[in-house]
């Protein structure tokens, strides 16, 4: 029986896939910008290669300077951010930084993809990590949630949400991928750690961690 290594390195191809065999596809996405050590924002690099696979160049810098941002307030009664839903928890030029969830990086695409016209980013939160593969199917990548290599997910800091008396817990070591292919066993995606190649990780550990954080998703859909 064939094997596939964890990690492959594709080269370029025309077309929007690379390889297809029987179950097999794998989508010819580059140039994902690396997560560097001093830095946070996987969510954003993910963000910035899958705008421009749609022709949309938006490096991770303008990403990063339009998104929302939330920063840490210490009070008498403990730490205060805003939802992640709503905002990039932290600075992210910083590897302190936390990150943020899937509405606010579709939202944030959103202005730009809004000048090209024809797609827009929608927040596929919920969403079975199976029928996200009907976007590779139609050549689109899409954005997940899950760990930093696919560790065992932890609760990681808490705070309180300002004007409410809710808390929030945020999951360590959350981390965001792009899905770009799969096979009978297992995923193929872009992981802004690995800018250079593809990684593949077994079926049934992606949906785990993709579920411990959520089940959130985003594809640029035609509308």
């Known amino acids: 029986m064939m094997r596939f290594p964890s990690i492959l390195l594709l080269g370029a191809a025309t077309g929007y896939f690379v390889y297809r065999a029987n179950r097999r596809k794998i989508l010819n996405v580059s140039d994902i910008e690396l997560c560097s050590s001093d830095r946070a924002g996987s969510e954003l690099s993910c963000a910035a290669a899958l705008l421009k696979y749609y022709h949309c160049n938006t490096a991770w810098e303008q990403l990063k300077d339009r998104i929302p941002?939330?920063?840490?307030k210490q009070t008498p009664d403990g730490a205060v951010?805003?939802?992640?839903k709503e905002y990039f928890i932290g600075n992210s030029d910083s590897a302190d930084?936390?990150?943020?969830?899937a509405p606010v990086v579709a939202?944030?695409?959103?202005?730009?993809?809004?000048?090209?016209?024809?797609?827009?980013?929608?927040d596929l939160t919920g969403t079975d990590f199976s029928k996200l593969l009907s976007?590779?199917?139609h050549g689109d990548p899409v954005i997940i949630w899950a760990t930093r290599g696919m560790k065992p997910s932890y609760p990681g800091r808490i705070w309180k949400m300002p004007g409410t008396k809710e808390t929030f817990t945020w999951i360590e070591?959350?981390?965001?991928?792009?899905?770009v292919g799969y096979d009978g066993d297992g995923y193929y995606f872009c992981d802004p750690d690995l800018?250079?190649?593809?990684?593949?990780y077994e079926r049934k550990l992606v949906e785990e961690r993709y579920n411990e954080l959520g089940s959130?998703?985003?594809?640029?859909?035609?509308?």
């Open 107 to 122: 939202a944030t695409m959103n202005t730009f993809l809004v000048e090209k016209g024809w797609r827009r980013a929608a």
């Open 97 to 101: 930084a936390l990150g943020c969830y």
């Open 173 to 179: 070591p959350e981390h965001c991928f792009l899905l």
């Open 195 to 200: 800018p250079d190649g593809i990684i593949r």
């Open 216 to 223: 959130q998703a985003i594809a640029a859909l035609v509308y």
């Open 81 to 84: 951010w805003k939802s992640p």
């Open 135 to 137: 976007n590779i199917d």
């Open 69 to 72: 941002k939330s920063t840490l």
